[in-house]
């Protein structure tokens, strides 16, 4: 279904190729751990090489999109100024929008999700994943700064990733 939804939209859009758009849903990945790097549809990559990315069963709908499934993913070493170990990568160009949906594992305690670009790993953006509440998931969203690759990761502890974005 995906791969024909792409197909019909690229065919719709004028100059699609000159854009980097396109998503990754929890909801289109086996269950399971993710132990080494996975290139996934639209250029995302699953980044599990270092720290294993685990898909997990989970119901929640978000802003009327149900999902069962989630990216379970833990902490990306960034803050300690180390490399990223656990992330999903994809390409965007400057101006395009990204999209996240996801919470916090925690019930308690509210986690940041990290969005760095991959040449040099500097963080462009800390976007708030609220506290475990199916009811209240959260939507982040910002605008690329420059063409490139970008990366998803934890700054600490595990967050839940459903769905990612990438848009005009």
Same mark, same amino acid.
């Given at each position: 279904?995906?791969?024909?939804?792409?197909?019909?939209?690229?065919?719709?859009?004028?100059?699609?190729?000159?854009?980097?758009?396109?998503? =990754?849903?929890?909801?289109? /990945?086996?269950?399971?751990? =993710?132990?080494?790097?996975? &290139?996934?549809?639209?250029?995302?990559? /699953?980044?599990?090489?270092? +720290?294993?990315?685990?898909?997990?069963?989970?119901?929640?709908?978000?802003?009327?999109?149900?999902?069962?499934?989630?990216?379970?993913?833990?902490?990306?070493?960034?803050?300690?100024?180390?490399?990223?170990?656990?992330? /999903?990568?994809?390409?965007?160009?400057?101006?395009?929008?990204?999209?996240?949906?996801?919470?916090?594992?925690? &019930?308690?305690?509210?986690?940041?999700?990290?969005?760095?670009?991959?040449?040099?790993?500097?963080?462009? +953006?800390?976007?708030?994943?609220?506290?475990?509440?199916?009811?209240?998931?959260?939507?982040?969203?910002?605008?690329?700064?420059?063409?490139?690759?970008?990366?998803?990761?934890?700054?600490?502890?595990?967050?839940?990733?459903?769905?990612?974005?990438?848009?005009?």
């Amino acid at each position: 279904m995906k791969k024909l939804l792409a197909a019909i939209a690229a065919t719709l859009l004028f100059g699609a190729s000159l854009f980097a758009e396109g998503y =990754i849903s929890a909801n289109d /990945i086996d269950l399971g751990k =993710i132990t080494s790097d996975r &290139k996934e549809e639209d250029g995302f990559i /699953i980044h599990g090489a270092q +720290k294993a990315i685990e898909v997990t069963k989970d119901d929640v709908k978000i802003k009327g999109e149900k999902f069962t499934q989630r990216f379970k993913m833990g902490g990306s070493a960034l803050e300690k100024g180390g490399e990223p170990v656990c992330y /999903i990568s994809f390409p965007a160009k400057k101006g395009e929008t990204v999209t996240i949906y996801g919470l916090s594992s925690s &019930k308690t305690e509210a986690r940041v999700a990290e969005i760095y670009n991959t040449s040099d790993k500097s963080v462009v +953006k800390a976007l708030p994943m609220g506290v475990y509440d199916k009811e209240n998931a959260s939507v982040v969203s910002f605008k690329i700064p420059a063409d490139g690759r970008y990366a998803v990761g934890s700054k600490h502890s595990t967050i839940y990733i459903y769905n990612i974005n990438v848009s005009k």
